[in-house]
């Protein structure tokens, strides 16, 4: 059984910040919903999927009308959407590294419940330099038994790593972080400045050839948005510093991109970064709000190296209020903003219960992909770029007001008929001949007609490629 409402329901609050028509009934409508089941949830994550994947879908088939002059029809399976919220890529004779390090998880406090994110070497250093303690599991648990939440939570943020109590929705709800997240929209959007359209070797088939989408994003909802741009022809660059690394996600977001690496440290390589985003046609981040100003690489600035430029950026806590420039990721908002409290009472659990999906950053993901898209929409109209910003605090505000009160009670979100387990049925065909040895990719989760996603590259390194451009194939 599919649960319609709750999906157009959704569908409809995730709409773009301008139309491409005053008329606000040419907004596009919910695509056809096929498949049948549902992640097993306290909050609608199936129909969170279905909605999100469906934005992006609609945002491109929207693109292609405007190009083109008919805008195809879009559908979405639920089933593959909720298997793409997870993971889409399942290895052949090898196997993916571990998305988590050893210290990364949920402990108890002397007053509640804290997670760490550690994923990262200089986040886990950070928290293990409050704690006192080496990377030990046991030994973390034991010291963080001593400290009262919140205090731990300061501390390692002061100190430059990434924590979060956990609060419940009506704490969150109350938290002067809570209050400027649900005031904030959907989506920030400034107009840009007017500049070339580009993209001028696109087809109906390949509606995004020609476009340069340059990639600053890592775990999760970036890379994510990118896949997607690439999936219909889109030329990704994505740069990395040398330090950085997340081999258990590479494989799954790398599809359709190359990968490359700049030092900002280095003035020349900061200046080729400048190179690159005069040339771009979409750029996507996820820095916190004052890093890329610190570089000379600020909103405005980068207007005026690419006048026309489409600039998509994500932050963890939202773009206003005191935790706007907090370092953040999914699991960590969701033990801030009360859903994995909700998932805990939900389901009588003794520790938090997150959602079983990163339903954050994937749809933060695919709605920043629908951003970009609306706003190369908007550039074929007007020649005019644009900015958006998205976080995932407000992408999981969305989600918790279609489901629960703020006292969080749970609302009535549809079937809960469990999806049937995957099948080989669900692969794709083809083999991808990944960096890392053979692998299948699940099929599409949506289809835009006449519009196939398929990818250019297989999944490949960090810093496997050049940072320059690639030469245009005719």
């Not at 195809?72 to 919220?85: G, K, M």
């Not at 390194?461 to 030469?471: D, K, N, P």
């Amino acid at each position: 059984m599919n649960d319609p409402f709750t999906i157009s329901a959704l569908f409809h609050a995730m709409r773009p910040p301008t139309s491409l028509r005053a008329d606000q009934s040419a907004l596009p409508q919910p695509p056809r919903v096929q498949g049948a089941g549902s992640l097993t949830s306290a909050f609608p994550v199936t129909a969170f999927a279905t909605a999100s994947i469906g934005r992006a879908a609609q945002a491109l088939a929207g693109y292609v009308g405007a190009r083109f002059g008919q805008q195809p029809a879009v559908s979405v399976d639920r089933r593959l959407a909720s298997f793409w919220f997870g993971t889409s890529l399942r290895a052949e004779d090898w196997q993916v590294p571990d998305v988590r390090d050893p210290v990364t998880g949920d402990y108890r406090t002397r007053d509640g419940w804290i997670r760490l994110h550690t994923n990262a070497p200089h986040h886990q250093a950070a928290a293990l330099s409050v704690l006192n303690v080496g990377a030990d599991h046991e030994k973390v648990a034991q010291a963080i038994a001593a400290w009262q939440a919140n205090d731990l939570e300061e501390a390692i943020i002061q100190a430059g790593g990434c924590a979060a109590m956990m609060r419940s929705l009506q704490e969150w709800a109350q938290h002067p972080q809570g209050k400027s997240v649900k005031a904030e929209p959907l989506f920030h959007f400034e107009e840009g400045r007017p500049g070339s359209v580009g993209g001028n070797l696109a087809t109906a088939e390949r509606p995004l050839a020609g476009i340069k989408v340059l990639d600053m994003t890592r775990v999760l909802a970036g890379p994510v948005s990118t896949r997607f741009l690439a999936g219909y022809g889109a030329q990704v660059l994505r740069i990395d510093p040398p330090f950085w690394t997340e081999p258990g996600m590479v494989p799954e977001v790398t599809l359709g991109k190359r990968c490359a690496m700049l030092d900002f440290r280095e003035a020349q390589q900061l200046e080729q970064a400048r190179v690159l985003l005069a040339q771009a046609d979409v750029f996507v981040h996820g820095y916190r709000s004052d890093v890329l100003d610190r570089l000379g690489l600020g909103a405005q600035a980068r207007q005026v190296i690419r006048p026309g430029l489409i600039d998509v950026c994500l932050d963890a806590y939202g773009w206003t209020g005191p935790w706007n420039k907090r370092r953040g990721f999914d699991s960590l908002v969701q033990m801030s903003n009360g859903i994995a409290w909700a998932g805990m009472q939900h389901f009588g659990a003794d520790k938090p219960t997150p959602l079983p999906v990163q339903a954050l950053d994937q749809a933060s993901g695919y709605l920043m992909a629908a951003a970009a898209l609306q706003g190369l929409t908007q550039r074929l109209h007007s020649a005019t770029g644009s900015i958006y910003r998205l976080s995932l605090a407000r992408t999981g505000e969305l989600l918790v007001s279609q489901s629960h009160d703020e006292t969080g009670t749970p609302g009535n979100h549809g079937s809960q008929e469990k999806l049937e387990p995957e099948t080989p049925a669900d692969y794709a065909t083809e083999t991808e001949h990944t960096d890392w040895g053979p692998a299948k990719r699940l099929k599409p989760p949506c289809k835009v007609e006449g519009v196939p996603m398929k990818w250019d590259y297989p999944a490949n390194a960090l810093r496997s490629s050049l940072a320059q451009w690639e030469t245009p194939r005719h």
